[in-house]
């Protein structure tokens, strides 16, 4: 059984390095889609001044939602040009790993949405629970934190520049954690919607500009 594994292992890591080119010229997309996702939404979330705790933790939801759709209909589009499956055992690892922390992520904000739908007399006698900067901004940071550890264990089955990348987003995180919340509550909602434009909108967008380029000048003779 340990040998079928470690073959299986093996093959697996052939299968990756053979096809790391391939995967990188499918990421661009997927990342300039998610970016300009991300932008989109937040602007048009600050525009429409979502701010509820349960109204914001579900309009991200939503945009999470769409993001994973169109993902998997360009990477399914990719696995039909190539001839090859879409759940193969590379999908399985890269999947696998990313998996704990954004379960982690849905289940922190799954959280936030039942204790803001507490009764009345549940919450804090201070009015509001959670706090309008916990979901925010906490939720948010946290969002962001958690997600760049997914690609930072995605980017051990993918590209160096995965891991970079995870790293860019989970440090990044850390230090708007440590800068605080603002006092005003405009600019706190401000505040929400920047980060998640620039963390989930911005810098995706970058970094696909980045890989179609480059890639692209890769391929010229």
């Not at 040998?3 to 390095?17: D, F, G, P, S």
């Not at 979330?45 to 933790?57: N, T």
């Not at 708007?176 to 620039?198: C, K, Q, R, T, V």
């Amino acid at each position: 059984m340990e040998t079928n594994w470690a073959a299986e292992h093996l093959q697996v890591i052939r299968t990756l390095m053979e096809r790391s080119a391939l995967y990188r010229r499918a990421l661009a997309p997927i990342m300039i889609f998610a970016g300009l996702l991300g932008l989109a939404a937040a602007l048009a979330g600050r525009m429409l001044s979502i701010y509820q705790p349960s109204h914001f933790i579900g309009y991200w939801y939503g945009v999470g939602a769409l993001g994973v759709v169109g993902a998997f209909v360009m990477v399914r589009r990719q696995a039909w040009q190539q001839s090859e499956p879409f759940w193969s055992p590379p999908t399985r690892r890269v999947a696998q790993a990313m998996l704990p922390p954004l379960t982690a992520g849905f289940v922190l904000g799954l959280l936030m949405l039942i204790a803001d739908s507490l009764p009345t007399s549940a919450k804090a006698p201070a009015g509001g629970y959670p706090p309008s900067w916990i979901v925010l901004i906490c939720l948010p940071l946290a969002w962001v934190i958690l997600y760049g550890c997914a690609l930072h264990a995605a980017g051990f089955f993918m590209s160096r520049g995965m891991r970079l990348f995870g790293w860019v987003i989970i440090l990044g995180g850390c230090v708007a954690f440590a800068a605080g919340a603002p006092p005003s509550e405009p600019a706190l909602l401000n505040l929400s919607y920047a980060i998640m434009g620039f963390f989930f909108g911005g810098l995706h967008l970058a970094y696909g500009v980045y890989l179609y380029f480059t890639e692209r000048r890769r391929n010229e003779p």
